[in-house]
Nanobody, 120 residues
Framework: QVQLVESGGGLVQPGGSLTLSCAAS????????MGWFRQAPGKEREFVVG???????YYADSVKGRFTISRDNAKNTVYLYMNNLKPDDTAVYYC??????????????WGQGTQVTVSS
């Protein structure tokens, strides 16, 4: 099993930026896809973005053009750069790892989540 630890959440004003990090440890990280999901109060968890081992990225329409994912395989870490944040981005953000982007939603390997709050 892969252990995932997120960091970087917090409170930001609308239009602001935040960067989330997710550090992986445990079983070999090599070859894994990584991604981010989020869950707002009273809503189901939703896909935000995924990135393959070879750096192919796939974004949800709601964040395309505002969020950017990257990974540093030497550090076993994935980053989520969030710009032009909106109140609707308020949620707990979860890091996830799996064999491919398509299988992330059903993965057993999730982080504990980090809160992002966008409010003035």
């Amino acid at each position: 099993q892969v252990q995932l630890v997120e960091s970087g959440g917090g409170l930001v004003q609308p239009g602001g930026s935040l960067t989330l990090s997710c550090a992986a440890s445990g079983r070999p990280y090599s070859g894994l896809a990584m991604g981010w999901f989020r869950q707002a109060p009273g809503k189901e968890r939703e896909f935000v973005v995924g990135i393959s081992w070879t750096n192919f990225a796939y974004y949800a329409d709601s964040v395309k053009g505002r969020f950017t994912i990257s990974r540093d395989n030497a550090k076993n870490t994935v980053y989520l750069y969030m710009n032009n944040l909106k109140p609707d981005d308020t949620a707990v953000y979860y890091c996830v790892a799996g064999p491919s982007i398509a299988t992330l939603a059903t993965s057993d390997d999730w982080g504990q989540g980090t809160q992002v709050t966008v409010s003035s």
